[in-house]
């Protein structure tokens, strides 16, 4: 089965975000209260298990890090930009990490050790307290989101020739679903549905930037609201 990406999913229309829904209240976006929800070893099952469609090519494992930073004025989540040239999801929105390599202990090991050659964040900086589901994309990637804790003091260092930009979006912006907006549209002959987030922030030096958070990105940070929500 071809895959061909959606060539501009911004100009997708918007047929209804999660207002209805309550956005997590500040008591559960404390360090004390994820490392409670990750230790309980819930019965859960993820709200989005993966794309909907897969491409021809084999299944690929692969993990990424969820880094949630610490800060002073509230946790923050660390994404990336993808640089244009790369051959999947270029220029998109992501978490740091990638494939699983022969030479990994785990998927843990993984995401740590992606995390670090992307941007350069340091594995004594990240308390890894757990893992999500394993979401399969559409480029036929099995992914396991692995949820760290990041203690400030760090400074990265960007791969450039896979990473664009790092930043960091407000962990309450992203927990909160009245700012989940979902998309739809018949892209040839198959109806196409994704979630977004976008947010509009400062970026490395400070300067407001817009940055479209969807697809694979937000559906697991969609499933972590729906996790912590539990």
């Known amino acids: 089965m071809a895959f061909t990406p959606i060539p501009d999913p911004q100009r997708v229309p918007v047929v209804s975000t999660d207002a209805h829904l309550p956005a997590l209240s500040a008591d ?3 360090p004390e209260f994820f490392r409670k929800r990750f230790s309980e070893n819930l019965v859960w ?3 989005i298990a993966g794309d909907g469609r897969l491409s021809s ?3 690929a494992h692969a993990s990424v890090l969820i880094p949630v930073v610490l800060r002073e004025h509230g946790p923050s989540v660390l994404l990336t930009r993808r640089t244009a040239h790369l051959r999947d999801h270029a220029g998109q929105i992501s978490f740091p990490g990638g494939r699983v390599e022969i030479h990994d202990d785990d998927v843990v090991a993984t995401a740590l050790r992606e995390t670090e050659e992307e941007v350069g964040l340091a594995r004594q900086h990240i308390e890894v307290i757990g893992c999500l589901p394993i979401y399969t994309t559409v ?3 099995q992914v396991t989101p692995v949820v760290g ?3 400030p003091g760090f400074t990265l260092a960007l791969d450039d020739f896979e990473v664009a930009e790092a930043f ?3 962990l309450k912006f992203l ?3 009245a700012y989940h907006r979902r998309h739809q549209v018949e892209f040839e002959g198959r109806m196409r549905q994704f979630l977004s987030m976008p947010w509009r922030g400062p970026d490395a030096a400070g300067t407001q930037q817009d ?3 969807w697809g694979a990105t937000a559906a697991m940070l969609r499933n972590l609201y729906s996790f912590l929500s539990e």
């Open 211 to 213: 940055y479209f958070i």
């Open 175 to 177: 927990m909160t679903p």
């Open 57 to 59: 090519r084999a299944p």
């Open 28 to 30: 559960r976006l404390t």
């Open 45 to 47: 099952q993820p709200e």
């Open 139 to 141: 480029t036929a990637f």
């Open 149 to 151: 804790l990041v203690t």
């Open 168 to 170: 960091e979006v407000p």
